[in-house]
């Protein structure tokens, strides 16, 4: 009785965990399938499982083993797919210190001296200045919220800032910053993977040699099921 009763077992994991998920989350679910590698990824999960059961079945002679180690298996899946959408990552890390002042704030006033055909150049700043800023939006079902600055550092680097954001957790978070408005698949510069959803105050450091500014987005992105999950179009600060 207790060993027909093991059979059901994985069967039963995958209702408890992927079960829930796809009722509870079942847009941000079906946003999977929308993209090529987000439903080759799902068939190989799929296959790999099979593959598993299989073999299990096929060369292991204790009929208990292969219910399990099925368990098991959708566990640790569960782990990794759901897991995220469910238990937050707080990170507060700051590459910048000290105030940071708006670029309106510390703008050079206007020369009352003779004209002159040369361009001016911006006074160089003793402080880091906040060049642009945007709130944060969810997208594809996702939820997010805070906002996000451009910080440019007195030796002409960038950062990006996440301030009071929470943006709902997903497998293989990613950050790029991208020319243009409202850029919803990645590109430009790649900021790197997200090393927390929470947080009062996350840095992460612009490449050397990109030129941001206002009109530049800021994306929030899954690598592994390729779905947009939010992004910030910098306004001027």
Not at 72 to 77: E, H, K, P, T
Not at 96 to 105: I, R, Y
Request: glycine share 10%; with cysteine; charged share 15%.
């Amino acid at each position: 009785m207790a060993t027909r009763l093991l059979r059901f077992l994985p069967a039963a994991v995958f209702v408890a965990t992927f079960g829930v998920f796809f009722v509870q989350k079942n847009e941000q679910a079906r946003g999977v399938f929308r993209s090529g590698r987000g439903i080759l990824t799902l068939v190989v999960i799929v296959g790999g499982y099979v593959v598993i059961a299989v073999l299990l079945r096929r060369f292991v002679r204790w009929s208990w083993v292969a219910p399990v180690v099925l368990a098991a298996v959708v566990l640790g899946l569960a782990a990794w797919v759901v897991r995220p959408y469910y238990v937050d990552d707080t990170d507060n890390t700051r590459l910048v210190s000290g105030q940071v002042a708006d670029a309106s704030e510390v703008e050079t006033p206007p020369s009352t001296g003779p004209a002159s055909d040369a361009p001016s150049e911006p006074a160089p700043q003793p402080q880091p200045v906040r060049v642009a800023a945007a709130p944060l939006q969810g997208l594809a079902g996702h939820s997010a919220s805070g906002n996000v600055s451009l910080i440019r550092n007195s030796d002409g680097s960038h950062v990006v800032r996440f301030e009071s954001f929470d943006i709902e957790g997903t497998p293989d978070p990613e950050l790029y910053l991208i020319e243009g408005s409202d850029q919803t698949n990645p590109g430009g510069a790649d900021l790197g993977a997200q090393r927390g959803n929470v947080g009062d105050v996350s840095d992460y450091a612009v490449p050397a040699g990109v030129e941001p500014g206002a009109g530049w987005t800021v994306l929030v992105w899954c690598g592994q099921f390729a779905v947009e999950i939010a992004n910030a179009t910098l306004a001027p600060a």
